[in-house]
């Protein structure tokens, strides 16, 4: 079932708005159900910052050099 909303923007907006959907062959309402269903609708993709956190983390001696770690690591690959 459908309802019906008000919305109130601006005239300029309005036209802008109005011949984006003649140019996409829809109605203005259903651009707008569109972008609601968009916005509204749960992420599947994940946060990066949950996928950083489950990466294993490095196991560094407290007293190691990291840039010579570095070094050391980029000479095994690379034969420096």
């Known amino acids: 079932m459908k309802a019906r ?3 109130t923007i601006e005239n300029s907006l309005l036209e802008n ?3 984006y959907a ?3 062959k829809q109605s203005v ?5 569109v972008y609601f269903r968009t916005v509204t609708k749960p992420s599947k ?6 996928l950083v956190e489950k990466l294993d983390k490095p196991v560094i001696a407290e007293k190691e050099d990291l840039k010579d770690l ?3 690591e980029n000479a095994k690959q690379y034969g420096f």
Not at 29 to 33: D, K
Not at 45 to 50: C, D, E, M, V
């Open 70 to 72: 570095y070094y050391k």
């Open 5 to 7: 909303l008000n919305l």
């Open 45 to 50: 993709r994940k946060n990066i910052l949950h």
């Open 29 to 33: 309402s259903e651009l707008v159900e």
């Open 17 to 19: 708005v109005k011949s």
């Open 22 to 24: 003649e140019k996409q």
